[in-house]
């Protein structure tokens, strides 16, 4: 979880640029600048504060310490990871963090404590590099000091993390160590990532992971170019070990291997994280029938997967084959029906997909939605919009989730999605509709217009967001209105991207803070989402990557909250 402003405003390594070093490092930046480069036997030393490890049996075991202003102090435990630990093992040519050793294995520190809620993200070369509340500003105790245990391995063999030399330690049934391999998707270039290590098949965590990382796993399995990047298991949960995390590619790399990592097995995710990919494909490169359905989550690549080719200047007739085909199945798909209901006008929504009937996740699922389905059905107004497999459960896959409606779409499947078959849902989330019908006029649908007409200003619609216990109305803790109620946000992976979605849903200004650990005081009710991972564009929080409203491992002293900029 990350505290205050997000460090990635400084850049986009979560490192400030030699422009805005702190000034007590600018003169030693400098000498490093001018110094001569013609030689690599002797690195140059860097112009970070010094750090050690006491009280430990070696050199690379013991309680961190970190030299500031001609004292050596010490660093709280709070929001202290490996990622943190693997920064320090790395400073100190100690190869990567082992293990997180309990407060007090190595005793108490003195003096004053420097540091506290580190945030590394796990490529700087110093720990002052991380975001940190700044030096000396605290809320802990000497009981509080942290202590790393490193594996003292030599600098390159840490710092380098899983290259290219480790794919050739292993083959195994025609899989060589870094294979990569994407699963659960509806073609084989796009689904969850999974990595081949050591006779075994594991996942990648979505910590850090970008569209860079994904163009190199799309690059790997001949897949073209990287569409987009997905999180939060988007492709569903693997299973086995977690096989890397903190991936940060350039992109030019020919493996995902070869790019920096924490090292192999070395990560701090469930599989709840999962990482994955959807890329461009060998032959379908114009097949826009399917991109439309999530115009919305691919606007910044619609216009290159409209106008790609196979080179020349007009599509190739293998594409307009496909594409016709692709085409002349959603003509044939996209079909509505509800069940299980006690007339045709309610029940479970179910879908039509390529001759398969499947339900719809509740995810984001509201009145707009409901009432799409109950014109295209010729059943009059929808009266509700029902969740959590009010119907009972269906069966079958789960073919559409995260729809959102304006309300004027002529078909549920105009409306926007995450694609079809694409879903991080079970069939206790079916959706449902309970509409007016056809023939059902009188007294009855009377009362029922007149309580919701009565009724519908004071009640927020689902996904609604408020900021409660700041300043003003700009600034609080965030809250969500969903199963008619308010509930909170939890700050895992929160961050000022998050944010920004949430500054602008409320019409407030720029985001300036994110912050966690129920900063505005402790909410109540349910928390709705987990491991939100915005990309700063979405239009609503329920928008965003997150993990089922009804999975997390919070509780209310995580609660987020925002400070936004007022008009």
């Known amino acids: 979880m990350r505290l205050g402003p997000d460090p990635a405003s400084w850049h986009s390594a979560g490192r400030p640029d030699v422009g805005v070093l702190p000034l007590f490092l600018m003169p030693a930046a400098l000498l490093l600048l ?16 010094e750090i050690r490890l006491a009280n430990g049996p070696s050199r690379c075991q013991g309680r ?42 190595f005793g108490q520190g003195s003096g004053p404590i420097f ?72 073609d084989t270039c796009q689904g969850r990532v999974e990595i081949f290590y050591r006779g075994n098949w594991g996942t990648v965590c979505d910590d850090d992971w970008g569209l ?4 190199v796993v799309c690059k790997q399995v001949g897949c073209g170019q990287a569409l987009d990047y997905k999180s939060n298991a988007y492709f569903g949960y693997g299973t086995g070990r977690i096989l890397l995390d903190n991936v940060n590619c350039d992109g030019s790399e020919p493996f995902l291997s070869a790019c920096y990592s924490l090292g192999w097995g070395i990560h701090n995710c469930g599989h709840h994280e999962d990482a994955g990919v959807i890329c461009t494909g060998l ?46 199945v959603e ?11 006690n007339g045709s006008c309610r ?27 109950c014109r295209q059905l010729g059943c009059g107004t929808a009266l509700a919009a029902t969740i959590l497999g009010f119907f009972g459960y269906g069966s079958g896959p789960v073919l559409l989730d995260n729809v959102g409606c304006s309300g004027g779409e002529a078909h549920l499947a105009d409306c926007f999605h995450l694609g079809w078959g694409q879903h991080n849902c079970g069939h206790h989330e079916d959706a449902g509709v309970i509409c007016r019908g056809a023939d059902d006029a009188g007294d009855h649908f009377q009362e029922a217009t007149a309580t919701t007409t009565t009724s519908a200003p004071t009640r927020p619609k689902d996904g609604s967001l408020r900021l409660v216990n700041g300043s003003h109305r700009c600034e609080g803790r965030v809250e969500m209105f969903y199963l008619s109620q308010w509930g909170t946000v939890c700050d895992d992976a929160w961050d000022l991207r998050d944010a920004k979605v949430v500054c602008r849903q409320l019409g ?5 803070a994110a912050w966690g650990e129920a900063r505005y005081g402790r909410g109540t009710g349910y928390i709705f989402l987990d491991n939100l991972k915005c990309k700063g564009h979405e239009p609503s929080l329920l928008r965003c990557s997150h993990i089922r409203w009804d999975v997390h491992n919070c509780d209310h002293s995580e609660d987020a909250g925002a400070v936004c900029s007022i008009l």
Not at 35 to 47: D, I, K, M, R, V
Not at 331 to 341: C, M, T
């Open 34 to 49: 001018l110094s001569p480069t013609g030689t690599t036997s002797e690195p140059a030393l860097l112009p970070f504060p």
């Open 347 to 373: 029940g479970r929504v179910e879908v039509r997909y390529r001759g398969t009937w499947g339900t719809v996740c509740d995810d984001d699922w509201d009145f707009p939605d409901a009432q799409v389905v």
């Open 283 to 328: 032959d379908t490169s114009t097949i826009t029938s399917f991109t439309t359905s999530v115009a919305l989550d691919y606007e910044e690549t619609l216009t290159a997967t409209a106008t790609v080719t196979d080179g020349r200047d007009q599509p190739s007739h293998a594409t307009e084959v496909v594409t016709t085909a692709l085409l002349t």
């Open 508 to 512: 407030c200004g720029h985001a300036m």
């Open 115 to 186: 540091l506290d809620n580190v945030d590394c993200k796990g490529r700087e070369a110093a720990l002052s590099e991380c975001w940190s509340h700044g030096w000396g500003i605290h809320n802990c105790y000497h009981y509080e000091d942290v202590a790393v245990i490193c594996n003292e391995l030599s600098p390159t063999q840490a710092s380098e993390g899983p290259t290219s030399r480790t794919l050739t330690a292993s083959v195994q049934d025609g899989e060589s160590d870094g294979s990569i391999r994407l699963v659960s998707g509806t």
């Open 212 to 215: 860079s990382d994904a163009s």
């Open 331 to 341: 003509q044939e798909s996209g079909g509505v029906r509800l069940v299980n209901g």
């Open 64 to 105: 961190v310490e970190i030299l500031y202003n001609g004292s050596w102090g010490t660093v709280c435990d709070d929001d202290w990871d490996i990622v943190d630990a693997n920064v320090v093992c790395r400073q100190l040519g100690c190869g990567h963090a082992i293990t997180l050793p309990a407060t007090m294995t």
